[in-house]
């Protein structure tokens, strides 16, 4: 087994080696360890986590949008469901109305605000 800093990780694929040791071929082990690794990657490339803004300038260099842009362009290419949890949601025409058409085309949006 080689080496690594992730005790958590070491320790189950010792655990999945021993499982497999003598019910399966090392080529079988490997396919399916190969298969779960590329499964990993796919599902992770699937989420996509971006740096949003809501203060009156960004530090420079620092790559983001503004939130209000994200909600407009989320909102609009929703296909199930929109959940917004906010604190603060005044002056919000603009979303009101991106939030009434993903509701037409049958985007469930269930809203968590403060009061």
Not at 23 to 33: I, V, Y
Not at 58 to 86: F, M
């Amino acid at each position: 087994m080689p080496t690594s800093n992730n005790a958590d990780l070491s320790f189950l694929i010792t655990e999945v080696v021993r499982f497999a040791a003598n019910k399966m071929s090392w080529e079988a082990l490997s396919w399916s360890l190969s298969t779960a690794f590329a499964t990993y990657h796919r599902c992770q490339a699937e989420h996509h986590i971006e740096l949003l803004w809501g203060g009156p300038s960004r530090a420079a260099g620092i790559p983001a949008r503004r939130i209000d842009q994200a909600l407009y362009d989320l909102t609009a290419n929703a296909k199930h469901e929109v959940v917004l949890v906010t604190f603060a949601a005044a002056q919000i025409g603009r979303l009101t109305g991106e939030l009434r058409r993903a509701a037409q085309s049958g985007v469930r949006i269930p809203l968590i605000l403060e009061f």
